[in-house]
């Protein structure tokens, strides 16, 4: 194995040397749990934790290291280690962290491909579905639709949820697998060594088996749905980068029962490009897309043009969206002053000193 295999690029080497961080090792984030990392090199993995000065001149969740990050780190003892800086992204998965206004949970970094896995049988929802997409497009990370579980159900029906996906949905890879061992060999052709997937699904999707599929070994724990509430235990608690043996690198995720839209102007124009077309056609410019008279969109949606499901969908996203970048606003606003409050004591205990 090398440092390639494990995503590492030229620009990050560039970086690297720009910023003198020649004097450190590298490696990449692997796991993460509270404040404790697991940083893999191509060669050993170090038990790691921040120096204090990264950890307190750090000014949010974003200056902090997540699974999927390059950091430089010294090690001070055997596999153990240090880290002094976190390398810049090429992108970063997020979410609205959950039940904590205006602020959001790094799910993966450096991500270049994400798995959006939907169980045929009983998870499969196309809003939902649409929100994971606009997250990923967000993020500039190449979406890919895996069905699990299509054993279970009918071959006519998995053709029909299919046909559902493509009519909303364009664009956009579609595999199909199950526990029987189909589609794994179509999912890892498609894979491309040296790049980075991120595992994104509800659980009990089958994000394990997939990766075992994947490994073509049992290395992931796996769970039954359970009947009573119709929903999946989680078998995965934590974040977790696993190297194939085809090259590809693949995060798995906790499955995700909420999906909060944090600022994802980007994402929804592009998850839900074919509805904004029409806006151009709108009579004003301004035009909200809710009640204004000559709303192209609203006209499409009332002639069938545009699915009405898919319109919903898109408008309580951006409401979402505009909710936590007004949240996010109110807390920043709150911690600048809070900063002035602290800097002006410190200046007061000063001059009292004297």
């Not at 780190?73 to 153990?80: A, F, R, V």
Request: hydrophobic share 40%; charged share 30%.
């Amino acid at each position: 194995m090398t440092f390639q295999d494990l995503g590492y690029t030229d620009t990050l080497a560039h970086y690297r040397k720009e910023n003198e961080l020649d004097a450190f090792a590298i490696g990449r984030v692997i796991l993460e749990h509270k404040d404790r990392y697991v940083v893999k090199t191509p060669t050993q993995e170090f038990d790691a934790e921040l120096i204090g000065n990264l950890r307190f001149t750090a000014e949010s969740r974003y200056d902090l290291p997540a699974v999927g990050d390059w950091v430089a780190y010294k090690e001070y003892d055997q596999d153990k280690a240090l880290i002094h800086a976190v390398l810049p992204r090429q992108s970063c998965i997020e979410r609205k962290a959950v039940g904590k206004s205006g602020q959001v949970q790094l799910i993966a970094t450096n991500i270049d491909f994400g798995l959006i896995v939907q169980a045929v049988d009983r998870d499969f929802n196309l809003n939902r579905l649409e929100r994971y997409l606009t997250i990923c497009n967000a993020s500039g990370v190449q979406p890919i639709i895996v069905l699990s579980k299509i054993d279970l159900i009918s071959a006519a029906d998995v053709d029909i949820i299919i046909k559902q996906i493509k009519e909303r949905i364009q664009g956009v890879p579609i595999v199909k697998v199950s526990s029987e061992s189909v589609g794994y060999k179509q999912l890892a052709a498609i894979m491309e060594k040296g790049k980075t997937y991120c595992l994104l699904g509800s659980s009990g999707v089958g994000k394990s088996t997939l990766i075992n599929g994947l490994l073509g070994k049992e290395v992931m724990e796996t769970a039954a749905i359970s009947d009573a509430v119709n929903k999946g235990k989680h078998t995965t608690s934590h974040r977790e980068l696993i190297v194939l043996e085809n090259g590809g690198i693949i995060i798995d995720n906790p499955g995700m029962r909420e999906l909060g839209i944090t600022d994802a102007a980007a994402g929804l124009e592009i998850t839900f490009e074919t509805i904004l077309e029409y806006a151009k056609h709108c009579k004003f410019k301004d035009c909200t897309h809710v009640h204004e008279k000559g709303c192209a969109i609203l006209a499409a949606v009332a002639n069938g043009q545009i699915d009405a499901r898919a319109y919903a969908n898109f408008r309580k996203m951006e409401k979402e969206k505009m909710h936590f970048e007004a949240d996010a606003k109110e807390r920043k606003q709150k911690d600048k002053d809070f900063g002035k409050m602290v800097k002006k004591i410190k200046q007061q205990r000063k001059n009292n000193k004297y």
